[in-house]
C-alpha cells in the first residue's frame, strides 16, 4: 500500500524595510514588513538520509522573498504575495505547495489596526 506523505516547511515572520503602498508618502518613507513562507513538499527522503540535497534552501529562498519585496515598489501587499509564491513556484521545483502572507504594520487606516495582512496560495497543476 502506498504512503502519502504531507510536509511543510515554514519559515516565520522574516521582517524587511521596503516601500510600498499607494500613498505616494509609503512609497517615500517606507515601513517594515514581515512575511511568512509555508513551503509544502514531500520531505520524506530528505528526511530519512539527513539530505539536504533533498529539501529546499531556506537561505535562497530568504534571497529570492528579499529580492522580491526590496527591489521593486508596490501598491499592494496583495501582489507583493503574489509575486512571491509564484517566483519561489517557478526557482524551487521540489515545491508542491507555496503559501505566503505579507504583513504590514499600522495600515494607513482611519482608526487603530496592528496589521494588514495579505494570504496568497499556489499549487502546482
Do not use: W
Not at 98 to 110: E, G, L, Y
Request: hydrophobic content about 40%; aromatic content about 10%.
Amino acid at each position: 500500500m502506498a504512503q502519502l506523505n504531507s510536509s511543510c516547511v515554514r519559515l516565520t515572520n522574516i521582517v524587511f524595510y521596503a516601500h510600498h503602498g499607494v500613498l505616494k508618502e509609503e512609497h517615500t518613507i517606507g515601513a517594515k514588513y514581515e512575511v511568512d513562507a509555508e513551503l509544502s513538499f514531500d520531505f520524506t527522503d530528505a528526511a530519512q538520509n539527513d539530505a539536504i540535497t533533498k529539501t529546499v534552501d531556506y537561505g535562497a529562498v530568504y534571497r529570492k522573498i528579499r529580492e522580491v519585496l526590496t527591489l521593486k515598489k508596490y501598491f499592494l501587499i496583495e501582489a507583493v504575495a503574489y509575486k512571491i509564491a509564484h517566483e519561489l513556484l517557478h526557482d524551487f521545483p521540489v515545491l508542491d505547495r507555496v503559501s505566503i502572507k505579507v504583513r504590514k504594520h499600522n495600515p494607513p487606516i482611519d482608526g487603530i489596526c496592528d496589521y494588514a495582512e495579505a494570504d496568497y496560495s499556489i499549487s502546482r497543476a
